[in-house]
Structure formats: structure tokens, C-alpha cells
């Protein structure tokens, strides 16, 4: 048995990690391995060899029981350790003695005890003792080729009897910082003098830097500036002849050229370094690739690309989130159907819930030819399974398997999605069809929906550089699909993705970066804010100050009513005033306002007076409503919570529904510029004429905002015309202007048109269908080029006669 | 201090520690160290040449090396022999039971260890053992910095 301590002066050197990956790959080799937690004070090998496994006994409980009693324990060391799983067919063994269940106070108390009981230096030699007979032991009884031990930081009694009294082999890691260079100097030449049991030779050393950042050229300035700090005033035995850097990062391999979202390659960054270092600990038969390394690289390599982040910025992450480490453990067996086997990754729901839901083998040759998967859907409940293998010694080639739960397994080929935990929320992981996400987005899941912009943005964009084939009927059943999303966060997670990215674009985003952007916003965002719910998206107006939603309102004022609308026309005139325009328009106001009201609205507030006068005909009635408008708003409100009363207001004799858009059901107050929805009106509309309210509110608010535009919109010319705002009703005999209401309606029209929105187009048909004349001229004018009412529109908002009779 | 007051403590400590040694306590050796202070300050209050004197000094020295602490032991007899009054008997008495007293420790720690760890001592030897652990505490560090 060769006893190795992995030994560090300071902490964060990564030396459990190199412990546990040194103990797999042996293990994975056929070797028999003890890996033995003497970091008592803050034990962590266990979660690296054994996550989600508290042990129940460990080093300290054995230690306590030897000290205390004055001898060995009776109890075999099978009671203490825990074994870890390795695939079938190896020889190789590998057990973790733990320090003890910690973190817990019961093991914290043990500890105490086990401080209490004895000082490790004692002249007596009982601790000393006690040590040796475990290592004696774990000899004797579990008969390893490799006892490795990862030791205490800093200068500690039990650090040194790990390093200098147990261990052959020390492997001694170091950052690139003064404390740990100097306090690992002072070790070394201390472990080159240090008292060994009779007959053992003195400690081979193995200084290793660790945590070094760069390519291969600063791997070798690095040892070479490390091997000068460590030999600096060495003499004779002192000196240190070579150091092992070990690079932060796995991946990181800059004379790779293989893709960063490929697993591949298992001699590169980090893997190559451990390599080198565990050629020199172990030069036996250990040259070349062995395919336990292969294999111990490749399940690193999956599980690095498992944790690995998703396509895109931190501003838009195209790819949903990946797995947590917490969730991913190594080297397990599975199975809960009459049988267990080993897997070389197992994924979990989560941190905290230990059911796998995605396990991956790696097999000898080729995945596809291997039946591996019929074993793991037999007797397992996992919705995923990888089986993969090394092609050609350099990249890994994997078969993927998904199932809906309790179904059979799929074979989706080597499509990786199912690194994201979010593809389990979809009843099959490997199905990522439009049509499956889109299910998904609208049971609630918004984190598809940068997936399916994407998708959207690869069916219907072709750039200066090329793309992918269009394909309108995947961007239709999208754009559609994402319209029919109802939900807070899910609409705001589309609102969000599909808006242009302020940051991104003052951040000088160029070229084809901006057109995509551009197409992104005009022709998915800008439709879909007229599509998704009129709540949504007045709730995104008004939360977001840089206004990237004003897309929809350009789209119905430049695209439908030949208008221009120009958000920044306050800021701008005010910079003007100011003499200077440098300041980034960051907190601009816009000319347009949307809110959603649940009071009374005028139009109701006009019927109930009448309907008051008409039967409280008394001398002392008043002469104007506005003289009752108090009274008649409380009645008014009283209406709203009764359908009796709102019936008896809002349907003409014949029972049909007899109701307005403009006053009623929203407005626009041109005051304040702002459009308003009558929420409890249009659901009791909604309700009257069996449409979809949702889509009824759109119409309503695409109603009303035309009238805004009307008003606020600017000729091509610049020119705006605020004389032509609507008329509001204050009158009792107020009746709606025929000139408004022809051209809102026809805008709203041909606005219906162009989204292509079926429920909108509905819900429009079937008001107008209870509405006034006013109301209805749209159906005349259907086909009446849009050129020819855009005219009318600006010779009325300039005030030329004869507009009206133009209109009819 | 009375020397009859220490006469008596010393006596108590002695037994003390003679009774812990029987039962294998393992704070048995540090409570040697108490009788070694104890037998150096009578041996502070008379004269080396007397019969007292050598007995207490003789105590100081043995019980140091029963408590594993050989440097003291060593010490003290530097120091006891350097003295006016002592004789050459006494010195070489003393020189001669750090010698036996050693010896005599190594025996008897090494067998309690072969009982408790027999796998241990089957591997390195018992005294080995005991040895190594009092070299290791004699350099104060098992990792010797500085």
C-alpha cells in the first residue's frame, strides 16, 4: 500500500477535488483505493465522493473509540467507511473514510471529545499509536494499493502526523501568492528533515501550483517563477527540483481548437495537468492513455458541460439555465426496479431532492451499437439517459434517450438539451418541438421563450451573412403560439426577450447584430404587444423607463395610419432648450400613457343619469349632469356590481347589447394623453356578445390609442394637430363623432388585419355588431385603399372641409 | 513551603500517579510531572549530600522520564550535578537512571501499546512507536518549521 497526503498551507488550492479525482481515476484503473478525510476540522471529501450521502461513522468516531478505551477498537474498519460505487467489470475498489457525519453538532461533538481525550503529541505514543494501527489496519483489513489522505491546512498536529509520519508521497499545493508560496516553503524543507517511523524512508515531495489562469506558455512561466520563490535561499537536500501547475479550469485549453460547446478532447486544460502529476506520483504502467483515464476524463468532461452556462450574454441568454453542480454526482448505482448498475453521472430533480431524473454511462465503442438503455428503462425512472464513449480517443460520441414519465425511451441521437433541468418540466425532456415548448411557455414556463424567439428568428430572418431556411408556417404557429400566452411572468418574459436591448444597442452593437434586433422588434415584438393581454402590457409601459415597447405604437401609426409617433420629442425639445443634447435620453417621457380603470367610465355615468332623469321626473331635476354627476357616478358604480342593472343600461329593447367602444368600454383623454380601459365594462361586453375578453380589451385599447395617434401622431411632415383630438362626452346628449369613429374603427381594422389574430378579429366583428351606425362604417370602407382614408385623416386633422363626407 | 508539607504532597502525587499508571489513564504520564516538580522543590530545601536530598533528586529526575519528558530530565541533572555538595555517586546515579528509567518506559509503553494496537506495533514496533512519539514531541512539531 502507497499512502499518499494531499497537503495545502492555505485552503482554496483545490486539493479535495484532486483527492477525489485522484481516487476515482485509480479506482476506475482496478486499483484498490482508501480515501481517508483527515481535514477534521472541516471535513468536505465526502461531498465530492459521496453527494447527497451523509456518513454515519467516520476517522473521528474511530479515533475517539481507539483513545478512548486505550486500544483499537474490535468493531472491522467495514464499519467505518463507506464504499463508493465503480462500474461493473473493474477490479478496481474504492471506500471513503469520512471524517464523520459533519457538518452536524453530534459530529462536532465527537471532535471535541476526540481534542480533549488526547494531544496527538504526546510522549506517551498512545495517539501515535492509534494512528499508525488505523493505517496498519485499513492495510491489513481493506488491503488498498493506494491509501490517499487529504490532510489539514496550516500547521496542526494532525497535518503532521498526515504528512510526515503516515504519508510515502505528499502532495503539497500552493497558490501563486506570498503566504502560501512562503508558509509551503517553510513545509517543504521541514518535511524533507521530519522523524519517520524506523525503516521508512523520508517523504517524496510533490509541490503542485495550483488555480494557474492561461495557455501552456503561462503554465510554464508560472512553475518556472514558483520554482525560484520555493528555492529561494535553498541549500543542498532544500532544493526543489520540479513543480506541477494544474490550471484553473478544465476546459480552458487555448491550443484547442475544438468548439466551446462540444465535450471533447481528454488531454486538454486542467485534465492534461492532472495527468502529468499522477504520471509522476505513479509512474508505474502508468504511461500513455489508459482507458480508465479516458474514461475518468470523459465523465469530467460531461459533467462540465452539464454545469456549463448558456448560449448568449447576461443580457440575453438564448439557452435555458444548465444544472447545478449541487445537482450532479459521480459514480453512483441506480435503479429501483429489481436491480441496480453503475453510472457514471447521475443527475438529480435538485440539491435537495435526491430522485434521478437523467443518469449517463459511459460504454466501450460505439453508443449506438449499445443496449444499455434497454437495461436502464427497465429498471429505472430516469426521463434521460448518455450513453457516450470516447471516438477516436478525442471526442465524446453519445446516444440520448428520453421519455415521458413511465413511457419508453426515445432515441433523440446526440442531442444535448437535456442538460437543461428546465427540458424536465416538458413531459418528455428530448421532445423540444415548437409545439412542446410552446405548451410549455403557456402552462407557465417562460424560460423557453428565448428558445422559441430564436427559433422564430431563425424561420424568418436571412441577413447579409445568410441563415437558415425560412420556414413562415414554424413562424407562424410561434407567433401565434406566444400571442396565446396569458400569464404576469410569462408575458413579461416575452415582452422582455423580443424588445431591443437598450444596453446592448448603446453598447455599439454593429452590423448584423442591430438588423436582427431590428427585424426581432418590428416583426415579432411589435405584433405581440398588440396580441398578448392589454394587462401585460400596459403593466410593461409603465414599469419600463427606456420605453423599448413602443414598437406596437410605431407599428400602428406608421405601418397602418401613415403617422409617425415619436416618443422623445419632449426630451429632445427640452435638450434643445438647454443647448445641448449630450445627455443619453435615458429618462424621457413619452406623449402616450395607458392605464386600466375598474370604475365607472363616462358613457355609463351619461345612461344612469338619463335613466334617473327619465324616471325622476320632478321639478327639481337638474338642468345639466354635470350638477349630478356626483350622484350619478355613485349610481354608476353601483351598476358595475349588479348585470341587472348593467343589462337594463347597456341593451336596447330588443335585449341585444347597444354599446359604444370610445367612453364606454375604454377612452382617451386627450388631456393627459392617456388611454384608458374600462375593465369591468368590457367584461360584462365580453360576456353579452361570447367573445374572448382578453381579446376584447385589445381591441378596445387598439381603438383607443388609434383615437390617441389621431391626436398626438405626426404627419410625415413633422406637422401634429392637437385641435383634432376627440371630443370628450360630458353632454346627456352626447352622441359619437362620426369622423372619429370611422376612422378609429377602419384603423382598427385594418390594424385586426395585419396581426392576423383570430380571437381579436372576433371579438371586433361581434361589437361592431352591437354597436351605432359610427361604429359600423368600417364594413363600408373595408375595401377602400388605406392611402385614401390616410388622406382623409390629414385633411381632417387639418381642418378641410368636407372630411366627413370624404369618409362616407 | 514546609518540607513536611511537600514531603506529604509528594507522597500523594506518587500515588496518584502510580494508581492512574495501573488503571491506564491517559493523563497517567502527565501527572509524573507534577511528582518531578514537587521532588525538585524539596530537592531546592536540602542539601545534596544528604540522604533526602539525593532521594528527592533521584525523584525529580525519575519521575521527569516517567512523565516522557527526557529534556527535563536531562536538565535537571545538569543542574543537580553541577551543584556544591554533590557528591560523584550522586551524579553518576542520576546519569545512570535517566539511562534505566528510559529504558524501563519504552518497556512499559511499548507493552500497553502492543496490547491496544497490536496491528501498529506488528507493523513498526511497540517501543518504535513510543520512541517516535517522544522524539516528535521533543521537537515540538511533528512537521519541524524553523
Request: proline fraction near 6%; charge should be negative.
Amino acid at each position: 500500500m502507497e499512502t499518499i497526503t494531499f497537503y495545502s498551507y492555505k485552503g482554496g488550492t483545490g486539493r479535495t477535488l484532486l483527492v477525489a479525482h485522484t481516487a476515482r481515476y485509480l479506482a476506475l484503473s482496478g486499483k484498490r483505493v482508501v480515501a481517508l478525510d483527515l481535514d477534521l476540522e472541516a471535513p468536505g471529501l465526502h461531498y465530492r465522493l459521496a453527494p447527497g450521502t451523509t456518513p454515519y461513522r467516520g476517522v473521528t468516531d474511530y479515533l475517539v473509540d481507539s483513545l478512548g478505551a486505550g486500544r483499537a477498537p474490535e468493531a472491522p474498519l467495514t464499519d467505518y467507511v463507506l464504499p463508493i460505487a465503480v462500474p461493473e467489470g473493474t477490479d478496481g475498489r474504492l471506500w471513503l473514510f469520512a471524517a464523520g457525519p459533519a457538518p452536524s453538532g453530534s459530529y462536532w461533538k465527537q471532535l471535541t471529545s476526540l481534542l480533549h481525550l488526547s494531544p496527538f503529541l504526546e510522549a506517551n505514543g498512545t495517539a501515535l499509536a492509534a494512528v499508525l494501527d488505523l493505517k496498519a489496519r485499513i492495510e491489513d483489513e481493506l488491503t488498498p494499493d493506494y491509501l490517499l489522505i487529504d490532510a489539514r491546512t496550516g500547521i496542526t498536529e494532525i497535518g503532521g502526523m498526515a504528512t510526515s509520519v503516515l504519508a510515502d508521497k505528499v502532495v503539497c499545493l500552493f497558490v501563486d501568492n506570498r503566504e502560501s508560496i512562503d508558509g509551503t516553503r517553510a513545509v517543504i524543507r521541514s518535511l524533507r528533515k521530519a522523524e519517520r517511523p524506523s525503516g521508512y524512508p523520508p517523504v517524496q515531495v510533490f509541490p503542485v501550483l495550483s488555480r494557474v489562469t492561461g495557455d501552456l506558455e503561462d503554465l510554464d512561466e508560472a512553475k518556472q517563477f514558483a520554482l525560484e520563490d520555493l528555492n529561494s535561499g535553498a541549500t543542498g537536500s532544500e532544493i526543489v527540483h520540479d513543480v506541477y501547475p494544474i490550471r484553473a479550469d478544465p476546459r480552458i485549453d487555448n491550443d484547442d481548437t475544438s468548439p466551446a460547446s462540444s465535450p471533447s478532447v481528454p488531454l486538454k486544460g486542467a485534465f492534461r495537468d492532472y495527468r502529468f502529476l499522477l504520471s509522476a506520483l505513479m509512474p508505474a504502467g502508468q504511461s500513455g492513455v489508459s482507458p480508465a483515464w479516458a474514461r475518468h476524463v470523459a465523465v469530467h468532461q460531461l459533467v462540465e458541460w452539464l454545469i456549463s452556462g448558456g448560449i448568449g450574454d447576461r443580457h440575453r441568454p438564448v439557452t435555458p439555465r444548465a444544472f447545478r453542480a449541487e445537482q450532479i454526482a459521480e459514480g453512483l448505482h441506480i435503479g429501483d426496479r429489481g436491480g441496480v448498475r453503475y453510472a457514471d453521472v447521475v443527475v438529480f430533480a435538485s440539491a435537495d431532492d435526491a430522485k434521478p431524473i437523467l443518469v449517463a454511462e459511459y460504454v466501450d465503442g460505439d453508443p449506438r451499437a449499445s443496449t444499455s438503455w434497454e437495461w436502464w428503462q427497465e429498471h429505472s425512472e430516469v426521463r434521460a439517459l448518455i450513453l457516450f464513449s470516447l471516438s477516436g480517443g478525442s471526442v465524446l460520441d453519445r446516444r440520448v434517450f428520453t421519455r415521458e414519465r413511465f413511457g419508453e425511451f426515445v432515441d433523440r441521437g446526440d442531442e444535448w438539451a437535456v442538460r437543461w433541468p428546465l427540458s424536465f418540466t416538458l413531459e418528455d425532456p428530448g421532445d423540444l418541438s415548437t409545439s412542446a415548448l410552446l405548451r410549455a411557455v403557456r402552462s407557465g414556463e417562460d424560460g423557453f421563450v428565448a428558445l422559441l424567439v430564436q427559433r422564430w428568428q431563425n424561420a424568418t430572418y436571412f441577413g447579409i451573412h445568410g441563415g437558415f431556411d425560412p420556414d413562415p408556417a414554424v413562424a407562424k404557429e410561434i407567433i401565434d403560439g406566444l400571442a396565446s400566452v396569458r400569464g404576469e411572468h410569462a408575458e413579461w418574459a416575452i415582452f422582455w426577450r423580443t424588445a431591443p436591448d437598450v444596453e446592448r444597442l448603446y453598447a455599439g452593437m454593429m452590423g448584423e447584430e442591430v438588423m436582427l434586433e431590428q427585424h426581432t422588434t418590428e416583426a415579432l415584438h411589435a405584433p405581440l404587444w398588440w396580441r398578448l393581454s392589454a394587462k401585460g402590457k400596459i403593466r410593461h409601459w409603465q414599469a419600463l423607463s427606456d420605453r423599448n415597447t413602443v414598437a406596437g405604437i410605431k407599428m400602428l401609426a406608421s405601418e397602418i395610419m401613415g403617422l409617425t409617433f415619436d416618443q422623445d420629442r419632449e426630451f429632445r425639445a427640452q435638450a434643445a432648450r438647454l443647448g445641448r443634447s449630450k445627455r443619453r435620453p435615458r429618462d424621457f417621457t413619452t406623449e402616450l400613457d395607458f392605464e386600466m380603470h375598474d370604475g365607472p367610465p363616462p358613457e355609463l355615468i351619461r345612461r344612469v343619469i338619463l335613466e334617473s332623469v327619465d324616471v325622476q321626473d320632478s321639478p327639481g331635476r337638474p338642468a345639466h349632469p354635470k350638477d349630478v354627476s356626483p350622484s350619478g357616478e355613485e349610481l354608476a358604480q353601483r351598476a358595475l356590481d349588479s348585470d341587472e342593472i348593467l343589462d337594463r343600461l347597456l341593451r336596447g329593447p330588443d335585449r341585444r347589447p347597444n354599446v359604444v367602444t370610445t367612453n364606454l368600454l375604454g377612452g382617451y383623454d386627450p388631456t393627459a394623453c392617456r388611454v384608458t380601459l374600462y375593465t369591468r365594462l368590457v367584461a360584462w361586453c365580453a360576456r353579452a356578445i361570447d367573445c374572448d375578453p382578453s381579446a376584447l380589451e385589445n381591441v378596445v385599447l387598439l381603438h383607443e390609442t388609434v383615437h390617441a395617434l389621431c391626436h398626438v401622431g405626426l404627419d410625415l411632415d413633422g406637422c401634429r394637430w392637437d385641435e383634432f383630438a376627440l371630443p370628450m362626452s360630458t353632454g346627456l346628449t352626447f352622441r359619437p363623432s362620426a369622423l372619429h369613429e370611422g376612422l378609429a374603427q377602419y384603423f382598427t381594422f385594418r390594424m385586426l388585419e395585419r396581426l392576423a389574430d383570430g380571437p381579436m378579429m372576433d371579438a371586433f366583428e361581434r361589437l361592431t355588431s352591437v354597436q351605432p351606425p359610427e361604429y359600423e362604417q368600417w364594413r363600408r370602407m373595408r375595401a377602400v385603399p388605406a392611402e385614401v382614408v390616410r388622406g382623409v385623416l390629414i385633411q381632417a386633422r387639418a381642418g378641410l372641409a368636407n372630411t366627413l363626407s370624404a369618409l362616407h | 513551603m514546609e518540607l513536611d508539607a511537600l514531603n506529604l504532597l509528594t507522597s500523594e502525587a506518587i500515588l496518584r500517579a502510580e494508581a492512574l499508571t495501573d488503571i491506564g489513564a491517559p493523563g497517567a504520564e502527565a501527572s509524573y510531572l507534577d511528582v518531578s516538580l514537587l521532588e525538585d522543590q524539596i530537592a531546592q530545601a536540602t542539601d545534596p549530600s544528604s540522604t533526602e536530598g539525593a532521594l528527592a533528586r533521584q525523584g525529580a529526575v525519575g519521575a521527569a522520564v516517567l512523565a516522557g519528558r527526557t529534556d527535563r530530565a536531562e536538565q535537571l541533572v545538569i543542574l543537580y550535578s553541577a551543584q556544591v555538595g554533590a557528591t560523584d555517586e550522586l551524579r553518576d546515579e542520576l546519569a545512570g537512571l535517566i539511562i534505566r528509567l528510559t529504558e524501563l518506559r519504552f518497556q512499559d509503553r511499548g507493552m500497553a501499546i502492543a496490547r491496544g494496537f497490536p496491528s501498529a506495533s506488528a507493523r513498526y514496533g511497540a517501543e518504535a512507536i513510543v520512541r517516535l512519539a517522544e522524539t516528535i514531541v521533543r521537537q515540538a512539531e511533528p512537521l519541524p518549521i524553523g
